[in-house]
């Protein structure tokens, strides 16, 4: 069933504050084959925040993420990201089309800090794969 057009625009709620700190990033960093030695974050560490912002956005309108293709992801920065930064993500749907039965969604999603200043924002283009009915 196709992903409903309405969407478009719609703003989803916060997700809870998240502290940034060494620990978190220097896990962060391990996971991807690295090493962390301080200072601003990897510049792809903001998908920490996004993907929880897209898991809640996938859960309130009942889309499976077993359908979800990953097409895209942008960063966009205003400062860097730091240890000791408290951050939320709120998520907006950009744009929505069908091709072939299958979803093409934008969606943007604004990083900030404690204070409410933009600290980043991410853009991601997810493909839900259609189901046997779309196919």
Known sequence: MPVD????GREFPPTSPYTVSEDKVRAFV???GGEYAGGPVPATFPIVLAFDAMNAFLEAESIDLFRIVHGE???H???PVVPGDELTATLTVASL???GG???IGTASQITDAGGALVCTTTATLVHRAGEEGA
Not at 5 to 8: A, D, F, K, P, T
């Open 5 to 8: 057009q309405s969407l478009v």
């Open 30 to 32: 391990a996971a991807t």
């Open 73 to 75: 992801q942008k960063f």
């Open 77 to 79: 920065y205003e400062r």
């Open 97 to 99: 089309r069908q091709i």
């Open 102 to 104: 299958n979803d093409i």
